[in-house]
């Protein structure tokens, strides 16, 4: 814990305590918006995907129904 002490009263160890205390939470926040956005726009994606596909699908049905009309 000395050296704690003693990190605490060098400018440098100031400097880089300070840049610590901001730049954790900071990253936290970042890492977190990105894992929910890319969450978010995985489920968009996916369902988007699916529209067309359904959409695709009933255009080919219709026209294999109609062939076999």
Request: proline share 1%.
């Amino acid at each position: 814990m000395n050296w704690f002490i003693n990190v605490k009263k060098s400018l440098l160890g100031r400097l880089v305590l300070s840049i610590m205390v901001i730049w954790i939470p900071f990253t936290v926040l970042v890492f977190g918006g990105l894992v929910i956005l890319s969450s978010h726009l995985t489920k968009e994606t996916i369902n988007n995907q699916i529209d067309k596909v359904k959409y695709y699908s009933a255009i080919i049905n219709a026209d294999i129904a109609d062939l076999q009309s």
